[in-house]
């Protein structure tokens, strides 16, 4: 079953059709076409007939019918119904070859992509989703699982073939696979001569290295491409091109046998970043000087995040006036981090981060710009503390501080001649220079004669370099030291200027710049510069840079670079921007060798500073293969007979390609071609193809050929490209289409696209499409395959078409077809309305049932499609009033409608067709009813009674004292209303009634006093008329008055502030009123600090006042009198005037401070005025300062609150002060004082002179190069900052020695010979950076000189005759050789040319590198000879040589682009992205020239030029670096016989593509509860495949109380663990990569700690302790009491489930011996024989766990006599029974003593014996139940009673006993308050009453039965009682207010009326 069809009739006669619903039938229609379903006629369910196929059909179009019987003459209804079929999983993926081949060289990088298998599966969705894997794990090989890319996962180590399936798998489940089979043959490399397998090696230190550590290999391979063994006797060396500048000449190592190379020294980045060198292959037996290769090394140092940044200034201020713009930039702070990269990027930030709210500016984290964020700025000083971090991992951080003072930007009590002030000043100026001077001004713009101002700055804490006269205002400067424009340029100051006469003050800014002086040298960034390149390195791109910086300004710090004349040749070779700093070569082939070159850095100040730096370049040879076989592309036909050749493999030299029928060339072929398929002609290189190919099956094939000749060998690559025939068919999928349209389809229109596919490729597999049957209504488009409507219109109905696809292969195409079933329907008009939209009609209320309303009709309504058109009531608010025809749309009603209720209604109608509801939208329409009215509705007044209250002066002839109003609710003259009187009126003819208005008015004259009464009706103007009615009562009374008066126009009264609150002041008072209306005045006012008692007038305060926030308060007071619904009110004003009392102390209000004066100044120096203000008022205070310590050299004036420094103070000795000021308002008791701190820091001055620290030896070893570091002086000065600085400076000995005036390093000006001389004799002053500068007396200095053996000079390379070929044409500098020597005495060495033709060479006198000397051609097929001698600089200039031989060669085509080159491309950029350009050289260019390049399924050539001497390397396809991050590949360029070849290698530039993934296996682990905080539990392991830092990832994890984890992926426990707490802990560990350029990656993981539980917890008891009842008679041995002991571990279970008890006794002549029974039962047996009574013995329990844990507990254990058990218990409760209604023991059988024998039996015999209780109380039950509750104190061995048997407090457990004496039971009930109480219920049988004469309990009231004398009936008759006398009593009362209010309105009545009784009658009427 697939679903089921419905189609549902429709009312068309007004009459429900459910009837006919069920004779409906359905049927399929004309469906021969589908044979794959069948319809069920009476249900409509659609059946699966036979399986589908969805690659055959994915949907088919059902025509289906369904139809009544004939005889109800209802249309037929159609509809088609689309079956889409979904996908399973029924094919598997299908490879497109069979069989994969290649080869490769066992030097393949690891990572490298060695052949990709690509599978596709024709299922859709995840069924057709491809996965790859390998049957088995297959070293070194691994597949991609989602590209199918096979690449090495390790390195190959020797020659084999492999051969491993492939497996393709599909997303079903379980999936469906098929496989592939892939050979990979790995060859040897061919190597002729030992070489090294890189042409040169890049290694990586990161500085502050570990000595000895590893930082590379380098790896060489012999002859054959064998690793070498250490039989070859070859060894690795390293050649040193540079003295390395740390005295041992030594700064790496390198294993001679293995090539491990490791450092010898630490190495710091900011000094030098790169190191070159050589390693050479050499001979280890017999001539060592036998060189096999040599390669250079760089070694670049990495940065880590070791220098923290350092801000240009410590301190910044700024004078900022309080309006100064939002955003606008205030300053701008900048720092530096000598770091590089990001360790070096710096972030600005507040240390606060709240200071941007708190102070009103905010700080750029980038640009370092602080920035106004508050509109309004407020008045004050600020600081802020700036961070500057680097984005090192982890962050440093440096520090400075930021002063901004806001002052007023309003007109102040005191101005300024100007706004602000802008001094300069030279930097390092005299003391007492003078800056600038301020001038105050007065309100009139005069200045204020000096004496009457006092200048001071308000913020002089920032610098104790600039003083202001407070007299004057002048500025001088006041130090010297801190004048130093490069730690701070300039000072922004607020002064402030104060009045002493009114003590009026104003603010000014004083801006102070300093000028600069040029005392900074320029400091370059590093002390060597260093770089290796390759000769043809080319002059167009920079060497390197070289950088310094000067702190100066201006042009001071203006630097110019320039070469010093180290070596004259240099400057040939070398040239350098004077601006930049880049170092570029002269030409764009350099000479090969080592140069050694000094920079100078000079600034373009008078006079000019200078520095110096190294920098050390070594240009490296290109080095050219020997022999190569050529990688080859040859192309082969599938499905030929064999065999046929398709090409010949090339074998090349550096220099010509060889031709095999010349030359004896052998071939053969060695790997790759593991089918067997390829011959090649062993003597003639000639390919043939052995079997028959099959494109579809392999599409390339790859194998390995060698060749050698004349005894030297190498392999190549050859790659065959099968070339494709036609032999497939093209494929439709699906090949059957079913396709539902309707007729308005119009031209060109796409109906659907077909698709199918070729397995050919070229224009075999290019297909054209065609349809059949022709027609003029569909058609194809022949290249897309798009179905299309025609030129003629589409025709309703059901077709069949034919789809062909066919091939491009001419002759022998081939062709595939496909079936589409189409159905045209009818056209449904474009959508369904309503015209209007909204439609209204009327209808009158109460008409009957199915009344027509209106009819409603769609506008398409004639259209024949819409002959199924269903109308249908979907919202609204009358779907339960009104009915829709659904056929007709008649609306009629359902039931009877008022108006009144229901006014309107609206309905929402929609028309829709059933059939097309998916793709024709129902139309909707508003239907309004309006409900017509009639007349049924009575009117009704406002108020069925009218009352109101007149003044009898107010009752004038017609004036209107009441109005009447009554409405209808119907509507027209059926609400209209006329108004009159009816007979019911108790003055008649009184009242006039308007009966229009309702109006009621006396009608003639005033009325009496009395209470008029009568009846008013309102009759409305429909058919008939309906009336309705109303009572009305005036009452006529005396007038009220009209006007209140108050005593006083106004109120003073005086009040002191420290008054409390609801103390009286006063009072105010109205005059006199009459006693009717005095009672009724309220008094009132609004003031909050007042109240006024509203009987009497009296004020009080209602808070308490303060003086200094209010002196004097203004309010109003009101008096009201309201009678009935007059108002008459007045007001009076009154002041209240506050008397100040001294309650406030004073306080600072320039404190705290702090101050930074000078040492030793030679005259007293004012600190600061101190200031302070007092609230209280100027009459009561009298400030006065007083300092409370340091009075010795501090002092502070009384009065002016001048403080003062003495002078003499030493910083040396005490660096600070702390000084303690205090401020009084006054003398004696009342006096108020306040006390602060002013810190004090003095700065240093240049009072003391340096000392050396350093202590001999000072020697060196003899023949280090000059500038060597030898040795290093320390010194020491006791001052700070710059004179504290200590410099060296050699007086005599300066020609032999260097000193570093900084840094103390000493380094030699000569090379030293201790043959000549073996002590030097120097003198070393010290001096410091003080002004002025303090030298130390002159040190005298020894230096020694070690003796070390000389050595002649050796050449590296081979004593025997060195060959080199150049072409004919040469240019002058051209590098022929870079051969060195090395002396053993690090000696200098010159080299020349000793003989030879020196008219075409020249030797670099310094490196040894030879060049050629002129421009021009030289012959061909010459040779030169040419021998070059190294001589030493010792004083026996011992001399080696070697000799070279220059042979000229003819010309051909060759590369001039660096070889090998290196470029980079980032992965996954798009085909064609240009890679690298290479260039031949311009004689080589001719069209002829052919280029071919290896690996050409990745990397294509294209010409760019058009002398064709120019290509592109350019992209065939997106490159991914997590397959293969570098690829080298070789280009060739030839012309005939002319051939050269360049190596490119390739690097992929990682992209960030690859989200970092764990690699834990385990996201549970396990730790241990009591482990320590800090540990580490675990490492979470990482990857991510991306590199740099797009692979590097950081571990975070969100907030957990427990756990977190470092950077690093350490778990760290940073919480206590409490397995009984929680025994599993969730954390949620994120790790992001760490790229710095797009968005970062980052995945999520959770990992569940599980807590392991140990022995943590003790055993606790449940008690502390334990009470026991021993009775005193128990026999020896006897087992006479058990306590049961209650004791629980949080460890349980596993941990604390069993326990060990130990008991030990606690006294002496212990009676009783204890033993533990079972798990928690102690046995308590007796050792004597009557202990006897009242003894009480003590135990300590203690229980054990597993772990031996322990946990203690008590036990007492009281003896009693058997006889008197429960006689203590009992005592005091007979009275209390006897209370209770209980008899005495004799008189009755159920007595106290009966009573009590019962209960004692209960608690001895039924309770346990731990169970104790004590008698508190008994009480009479409160409600009728006859019941008596005893109330006990009562414990289960937990709490013991004191001596008098009472409980400590009542907080133990409260029990309550119910005893029902009827029943005679007893019964425990619980009702503790705290642990451990009773819970047993114990009932007691009635007592058996032997006397039949007892009385029943009923007759017997005073035994408190439950008859009337009971307690219960007792009680109830009480509370009826007292109820009864509170109610009589409130009737009392109210008979007593009645009667006095009866009396007084009687009284008033007989005085003013005549008519006493209505008088009495109105008012009883109007309270009633």
């Known amino acids: 079953l697939l679903g089921h069809v419905y189609a549902r009739v429709v009312d068309v006669t007004g009459v429900h059709a459910s009837t006919l619903q069920e004779e409906v039938v359905y049927s399929l229609g004309n469906n021969s076409q589908v044979t794959h379903f069948a319809l069920a006629g009476s249900t409509g369910e659609i059946v699966l007939l036979k399986t589908l196929d969805f690659e055959s059909t994915e949907s088919y179009v059902l025509r289906v019918e369904a139809s009544l019987p004939t005889e109800h003459m209802v249309p037929m209804a159609t509809a088609h119904v689309t079956v889409t079929v979904e996908d399973a999983n029924d094919n598997q993926p299908e490879f497109s070859q069979q069989l994969y081949l290649e080869v490769i060289d066992e030097t393949t990088p690891v990572s490298s992509t060695v052949v990709t298998v690509s599978a596709v599966d024709i299922d859709s969705g995840i069924f057709g989703d491809v996965s790859y894997r390998l049957e088995e794990m297959h070293d070194p090989f691994q597949i991609h699982p989602l590209t199918g890319e096979v690449f090495l996962n390790g390195a190959l180590d020797e020659p084999r073939d492999y051969k491993f399936t492939a497996v393709a798998e599909d997303g079903g489940y379980p999936p469906s696979s098929s496989e592939a089979t892939v050979f990979i043959s790995v060859v040897r490399k061919a190597v002729v001569s030992p070489t090294f397998t890189q042409s040169e090696y890049t290694f990586v230190v990161p500085e502050g290295n570990a000595i000895g550590e590893e930082i590379g290999v380098v790896a060489a391979i012999t002859e054959g491409n064998q690793t070498i063994q250490e039989s070859d006797n070859i060894s690795f060396r390293i050649q040193m091109p540079f003295p390395t500048g740390n005295g041992s000449g030594e700064l790496f190592h390198i294993d001679a046998t293995k090539g491990n190379i490791s450092v010898l020294t630490e190495f710091d980045a900011e000094m030098r970043v790169d190191y070159g060198f050589y390693v050479e292959l050499y001979s280890s037996t017999g001539n060592q000087s036998l060189v096999y290769n040599r390669v250079p090394v760089k070694v670049s140092v990495m940065d880590v995040n070791d220098n923290t940044p350092v801000f240009d200034q410590s301190l910044y201020t700024k004078v900022v006036a309080t309006s100064e713009p939002k955003d606008s930039v205030v300053l701008t702070v900048h720092a530096q981090d000598s770091d590089?990269?990001?360790?070096?990027e710096v972030m600005y930030q507040f240390s606060n981060a709240s200071a941007q709210q708190s102070f009103g500016f905010s700080i750029d984290a980038d640009s370092g710009e602080v920035r106004v964020v508050n509109r309004t700025l407020l008045v004050g000083e600020y600081r802020i503390d700036v961070l500057a971090n680097d984005r090192g991992i982890p962050s440093k951080s440096g520090s400075a501080t930021i002063f901004i003072a806001v002052i007023p930007s309003t007109p102040q009590a005191v101005g300024f001649t100007s706004s602000p002030y802008h001094f300069s000043v030279m930097e390092n100026v005299e003391l007492q220079m003078h800056v600038g001077q301020v001038v105050a001004l007065d309100h009139n713009n005069l200045t204020i004669t000096q004496g009457e101002v006092y200048y001071s700055f308000s913020n002089a804490n920032l610098t104790d370099c600039l003083h202001v006269d407070p007299e004057s205002g002048t500025i001088s400067t006041a130090c010297m030291q801190d004048l130093d424009r490069e730690l701070q340029a300039q000072f922004e100051l607020v002064v402030t200027a104060t009045v002493v006469s009114t003590n009026e003050t104003g603010m000014v800014g004083v801006v102070v710049s300093l000028t600069d002086l040029n005392d900074n040298r320029p400091m370059f960034t590093k002390v060597i510069y260093s770089q290796v390149i390759k000769e043809s390195y080319g002059n167009t791109s920079a060497v390197l840079r070289v950088q310094a910086q000067d702190k100066d300004a201006g042009s001071n710090s203006e630097v110019v670079y320039s070469i010093m004349a180290d070596d004259p040749s240099h400057g040939d070779v070398f040239v350098i921007n004077e601006t930049s700093g880049d170092l570029f070569l002269r030409s764009a082939v350099a000479p090969v060798g080592d140069y050694r070159l000094t920079v100078r850095a000079r600034d373009g100040g008078s006079p000019s500073l200078h520095s110096t730096a190294v920098v050390l370049v070594c240009i490296t040879a290109d080095t050219p293969d020997v022999l190569t076989v050529e990688t080859q592309t040859l192309n082969a036909t599938e499905e030929l007979g064999p065999p046929y050749p398709i090409g010949t493999v090339r074998v090349a030299t550096p220099s010509i390609t060889l031709d095999p029928t010349e030359e004896s060339i052998q071939f053969e072929i060695v790997g790759g071609d593991d089918l067997d398929a390829f011959h090649i002609d062993p003597s003639n290189g000639t390919v043939y193809v052995v079997k028959v190919l099959d494109r579809e099956m392999a599409a390339k094939h790859e194998f390995v050929v060698r060749a050698e000749v004349f005894g030297i060998a190498a392999s190549g690559t050859v790659v065959v490209n099968v070339v494709d025939v036609n032999d497939n068919s093209p494929t439709f999928m699906p090949n059957v289409h079913y396709k539902l349209i309707n007729d308005s389809y119009e031209q060109g229109q796409t109906v659907l696209t077909l698709s199918a596919t070729d397995r050919d490729t070229g224009t075999n597999a290019q297909l054209s499409f065609s349809i059949s049957p022709a027609n003029s209504f569909l058609d194809v488009v022949s290249s897309t395959g798009e179905v299309i409507v025609g030129a003629s219109p589409l025709v309703p109905d059901e077709y069949e078409f034919t789809i062909t696809a066919t091939d491009g292969g001419g002759d022998s195409s081939n062709s595939g077809t496909a079936t589409l079933y189409l159905v045209v329907e009818h056209s449904l008009p474009p959508s369904l309305s309503f015209s209007p939209p909204l439609v209204t009609f009327t209808h009158t209320e109460e008409s009957d049932p199915n009344t027509l309303v209106g009819v409603v009709s769609v506008d398409q309504k004639l259209n024949p499609s819409l002959d199924e058109l269903v109308y249908e009531l979907v919202g609204g608010t009358g779907e339960a009033s009104f009915y829709l025809n659904a056929m007709s749309g008649r609306i009629t009603n359902l039931r009877r409608i008022d108006r009144e209720e229901d006014q309107q209604f609206n309905l929402t109608v929609s028309a829709y067709l059933p059939s097309a509801t998916s793709s024709l939208a129902p139309a909707y329409l508003t239907v309004v009813i309006i409900i017509n009215d009639t007349n049924d509705n009575l009117p009704v007044f406002d108020e069925p009674f009218y009352s109101i209250s007149v003044d009898s002066s107010d009752t004038s002839a017609s004036k209107t004292l009441l109005t009447v109003s009554a409405t209808d609710a119907d509507l027209g003259l059926n609400k209209e209303l006329t108004y009159v009187k009816s007979d019911t009126e108790s003055h008649p003819g009184a009242l006039s009634l308007d009966p229009v208005t309702g109006d009621l008015s006396p009608t003639s004259g005033a009325l009496s006093d009395g209470d008029y009464f009568l009846i008013v009706e309102a009759r409305d103007m429909g058919t008939p008329s309906l009336t309705g009615t109303a009572s009305v009562l005036i009452s006529v009374q005396e007038p009220v008055p009209t006007v209140l008066e108050f005593v006083q126009a106004g109120y003073s009264f005086q009040v002191s502030e420290d008054t409390p609150s609801g103390m009286s002041i006063g009072s105010v008072e109205l005059e006199a009123l009459s006693s009717m209306f005095e009672e009724q005045v309220i008094f009132s006012t609004e003031s909050d600090h007042f109240t006024v008692d509203p009987s009497t007038g009296e004020l009080r305060t209602i808070q308490t006042l303060d003086y200094e926030t209010d002196q004097q308060f203004v309010f109003d007071v009101v008096a009201e009198l309201q009678v009935e619904q007059t108002t008459v009110s007045t007001l009076v004003p009154v002041i209240v005037n506050v008397a100040d009392v001294n309650d406030n102390s004073p306080f600072f209000t320039n404190l705290p401070a702090t101050f930074y004066p000078s040492e030793n100044v030679e005259n007293p120096q004012v600190l600061i005025f101190v200031a302070a203000e007092d609230n209280d008022s100027v009459s009561i205070t009298n400030i006065k300062f007083s300092l409370k310590n340091n009075l010795e050299f501090f002092s502070v004036g009384s009065s002016n609150g001048k403080l003062n420094m003495k002078k003499g103070l030493d910083r040396e000795t005490v660096d600070q002060y702390t000084l303690l000021v205090e401020v009084k308002d006054g003398t004696g008791a009342s006096a108020r004082s306040a006390q602060a701190e002013i810190l004090v820091f003095l700065q240093d001055i240049n009072d003391n002179s340096p000392s050396l620290t350093s202590l001999p030896p000072y020697e060196f070893h003899e023949r280090v190069p000059m500038g060597t570091e030898v040795f290093t002086f320390t010194g020491a000065d006791p001052d700070l900052g710059e004179n504290g600085t200590v410099f060296f400076e050699i007086m005599s000995g300066g020609d032999l020695f260097q000193v570093d005036h900084t840094t103390g390093v000493v380094r030699t000006s000569t090379v030293f010979d201790y043959?000549?001389?073996?002590?030097?004799?120097?003198?070393?002053?010290?001096?410091?950076?003080?002004?002025?500068?303090?030298?130390?007396?002159?040190?005298?200095?020894?230096?020694?000189?070690?003796?070390?053996?000389?050595?002649?000079?050796?050449?590296?390379?081979?004593?025997?005759?060195?060959?080199?070929?150049?072409?004919?044409?040469?240019?002058?500098?051209?590098?022929?050789?870079?051969?060195?020597?090395?002396?053993?005495?690090?000696?200098?060495?010159?080299?020349?040319?000793?003989?030879?033709?020196?008219?075409?060479?020249?030797?670099?006198?310094?490196?040894?590198?030879?060049?050629?000397?002129?421009?021009?051609?030289?012959?061909?097929?010459?040779?030169?000879?040419?021998?070059?001698?190294?001589?030493?600089?010792?004083?026996?200039?011992?001399?080696?040589?070697?000799t070279l031989v220059v042979i000229v060669v003819p010309f051909e085509v060759h590369f001039i682009t660096d070889d090998p080159l290196n470029d980079n491309v980032e992965e996954n950029k798009p085909e064609g992205t240009v890679v690298a350009t290479l260039n031949i050289h311009p004689d080589s260019t001719s069209p002829d020239v052919e280029y071919s390049i290896t690996m050409d399924d990745i990397f294509s050539v294209v010409s760019t030029s058009d002398s064709n001497d120019e290509v592109d390397i350019v992209l065939d396809r997106p490159l991914d670096r997590e397959v293969k991050d570098g690829y080298t590949i070789e280009v060739t360029a030839s012309r005939g016989d002319e051939m050269d070849t360049i190596t490119v290698i390739v690097t992929v530039v990682d992209e960030n593509d690859n989200p970092p993934v764990f690699t834990n296996p385990d996201v549970m682990l396990s730790v241990e509860e009591d482990i320590m905080r800090g540990a580490t539990l675990s490492k979470i392991t990482a990857s991510d495949a991306d590199a740099g830092t797009n692979g590097e990832i950081k571990f975070s994890n969100e907030n957990n109380e427990f756990f977190s984890v470092t950077d690093d992926g350490s778990i760290i426990v940073q919480g206590s663990l409490d397995y009984e707490t929680a025994s599993s802990h969730i954390l949620t560990v994120t790790i992001t990569d760490q790229n710095e350029v797009d968005e970062q990656l980052s995945t999520t993981r959770n990992f569940t700690i599980f807590v392991i539980n140990t022995n943590d917890n003790s055993p606790v008891f449940a008690a502390p302790a334990y009470f026991g009842q021993l009775y005193s008679e128990a026999l020896k041995n006897e087992d006479i009491y058990h306590v049961h002991l209650y004791v629980t571990d949080a460890d349980y279970p596993g941990l604390g489930d069993t326990f060990r008890f130990e008991i030990q006794f606690a006294g002496v002549g212990n009676s009783y011996e204890l033993n533990v029974q079972g798990e928690d039962t102690v046995s308590v047996v007796s050792t004597d024989i009557d202990v006897g009574a009242n003894n009480l013995f003590k135990y300590t329990v203690t229980a054990k766990d597993s772990g031996d844990r322990e946990g203690n507990s008590t036990l007492y254990l009281s003896t009693f006599s058997n006889e008197n058990i429960f006689e203590f218990e009992v005592k005091g409760m007979e009275e209390k029974l006897k209370e209770n209604g209980f008899k005495d023991c004799e008189t009755d059988t159920y007595n106290v003593c009966t009573f009590i024998e019962e209960l004692s039996t209960v608690f001895t015999e039924e309770l346990n014996d731990d169970v104790h209780f004590y008698w508190k109380d008994v009480e009479t039950s409160t409600d009728d139940s006859n019941i008596l509750l005893v109330e006990v104190f009562g414990w289960k061995g937990t709490r013991i009673p004191d001596e008098n048997g009472e409980l400590a407090s009542d907080t133990q457990p409260r029990v309550e006993y119910l005893i029902a004496s009827e029943q005679r039971n007893i019964e425990i009930v619980e009702n503790a308050v705290a642990e451990n109480s009773f819970s047993?219920?114990?009932?007691?049988?009635?007592?058996?009453?032997?006397?039949?004469?007892?009385?029943?309990?009923?007759?017997?009231?005073?035994?408190?039965t439950t008859d009337d004398g009971g307690g219960g009936t007792s009680l109830i008759t009480i509370v009826l009682i007292v109820l009864v006398a509170i109610v009589l009593a409130v009737a009392v009362f109210l008979i007593v207010v009645i009667v006095v209010l009866l009396f007084r309105r009687r009284k008033r009545s007989d005085e003013k009326s005549k008519d006493p009784y209505d008088r009495q009658f109105s008012r009883d009427l109007r309270r009633g």
Do not use: C, R
């Open 340 to 344: 590089e990269g990001s360790n070096g």
């Open 1880 to 1904: 047993a219920v114990v009932t007691l049988e009635p007592v058996s009453t032997p006397e039949p004469t007892t009385p029943e309990p009923t007759t017997e009231p005073t035994q408190g």
């Open 1315 to 1442: 043959e000549s001389q073996e002590t030097h004799e120097l003198e070393l002053v010290l001096s410091d950076g003080g002004n002025p500068t303090l030298q130390s007396s002159p040190y005298p200095i020894t230096v020694g000189v070690i003796d070390d053996p000389d050595n002649s000079p050796a050449f590296s390379e081979s004593v025997n005759t060195v060959e080199v070929e150049i072409y004919p044409e040469v240019s002058a500098g051209q590098q022929l050789s870079n051969v060195q020597a090395s002396d053993g005495d690090g000696d200098a060495l010159t080299y020349s040319i000793d003989q030879g033709d020196e008219a075409y060479f020249s030797v670099d006198q310094s490196s040894g590198s030879v060049f050629i000397s002129v421009d021009g051609t030289i012959e061909p097929n010459q040779e030169f000879t040419i021998s070059v001698t190294a001589t030493d600089d010792s004083p026996w200039s011992l001399t080696g040589t070697y």
